[in-house]
């Protein structure tokens, strides 16, 4: 499956931006959607993740109640809604499947597709 990453931008301080991951080349619901992140010069880490079926999601401590991820199998389309954005949620995200009817996962190793970044700058 070929992930395509969008609506990356700069926003204020307790602002918004959504977050697009489109998908094209196999049967996008049957993978599950995750969202990694990468800051400069620290690691690629989980940001949250939802099943192949949207029924189930789950996300890193630190962005539980603010951020929201979701699907829309029709439009082959991941998203992640992000609100009250804070400056430690600047970074480059990445959306990213794992196999055929696999299981979310917060580790960054498990994720067989990768789509490209796009940049979220959050301004004080």
């Known amino acids: 499956v070929q992930l395509q990453a969008s609506g990356g931008g700069l926003a204020q301080a307790g602002g918004s931006l959504r977050l697009s991951c489109a998908a094209s080349?196999?049967?996008?619901?049957?993978?599950?959607i995750h969202w990694f992140r990468q800051a400069p010069g620290k690691e690629r880490e989980f940001v949250a993740a939802i099943s192949w079926s949207g029924g189930s999601t789950y996300y890193v401590d630190s962005v539980k109640g603010r951020f929201t991820i979701s699907r829309d199998n029709a439009k082959n389309t991941g998203y992640l809604q992000m609100n009250s954005l804070k400056s430690e949620d600047a970074a480059v995200y990445y959306c990213?499947?794992?196999?055929?009817?696999?299981?979310?996962?917060?580790?960054?190793?498990?994720?067989?597709?990768w789509g490209q970044g796009t940049l979220v700058t959050v301004s004080r």
């Open positions: 990213g499947a794992t196999h055929y009817l696999a299981t979310m996962t917060t580790n960054v190793n498990n994720i067989r597709y």
């Open positions: 080349g196999r049967t996008f619901s049957n993978y599950a």
